[in-house]
């Protein structure tokens, strides 16, 4: 009964390789969102998605990309991946209209690139 | 760029003690909110204040939110070991598109609670 959830929970991949993250949310939110929390624990946005529209931080390479099959889920897929990938990246959900902009985090998946 | 900074960085306290940490922000803001991190987990959101209120409290939480000076406190009171996290500030400047209200996070308190 988990609301957000994420698989892997631990990545380990070579330089180099494509690899996609997982995130399902089942609290009937319309907006999701990926993030990334560096070494020094700094949480940072990456995407917000909803089925109408995506916004892109800019600093986020166009290597990453948000995929979504449908409402519950927004998965990340990452493309030639590089050293500085190495990180943990959360997904999260909110609805807007209800309990204003709170976000609701799932645990977690740490990448790590070697 | 960064918005919210937390303050200190690191703090260790004796279980029953209050901690109080602070965040400072840059730009105007609808409401500040707070969450915490266990070490290896996700976020969770503790407590929202918004831009119009000036003390709200939640069962041991207290915030308060300076708009003038653009901070805001969070005091635990009473700590107990399982309060050992991190805690972040999150701002948010608005509604940003694509049905959400992006937040800005600061880099976090870490609180140790030693029993």
């Known amino acids: 009964d988990t609301a957000v959830s994420q698989t892997p929970k631990y990545l380990v991949t070579q330089m180099g390789n494509d690899k996609s993250i997982k995130c399902e949310q089942n609290?009937?939110?319309?907006?999701m969102y990926w993030y990334k929390q560096d070494s020094k624990k700094f949480l940072k946005i990456m995407f917000s998605y909803n089925n109408k529209e995506l916004i892109i931080n800019e600093t986020v390479p166009n290597r990453f990309s948000p995929k979504s099959p449908d409402k519950a889920h927004l998965n990340l897929h990452i493309n030639s991946l590089e050293l500085g990938d190495s990180a943990v990246y959360f997904c999260a959900s909110s609805q807007v209209g209800r309990v204003q902009e709170t976000q609701y985090f799932g645990p977690g998946t740490r990448l790590l690139v070697l | 760029s960064q918005q919210g900074e937390e303050d200190p960085q690191a703090l260790s306290i004796q279980e029953g003690e209050n901690a109080t940490m602070n965040c400072s922000y840059k730009?105007?803001?609808?409401?500040l909110q707070w969450y915490r991190q266990n070490s290896g987990r996700g976020l969770v959101h503790l407590i929202l204040i918004r831009s119009n209120e000036r003390e709200k409290h939640s069962g041991r939480l207290r915030v308060t939110l300076d708009t003038s000076k653009k901070s805001s406190s969070l005091l635990i009171t009473a700590s107990r070991a399982a309060d050992t996290a991190s805690y972040f500030c999150a701002t948010d400047g608005g509604y940003s598109g694509a049905g959400s209200y992006q937040l800005t996070f600061g880099k976090g308190t870490k609180l140790s609670v030693i029993p």
């Open positions: 609290l009937g939110h319309d907006t």
């Open positions: 730009t105007s803001i609808n409401n």
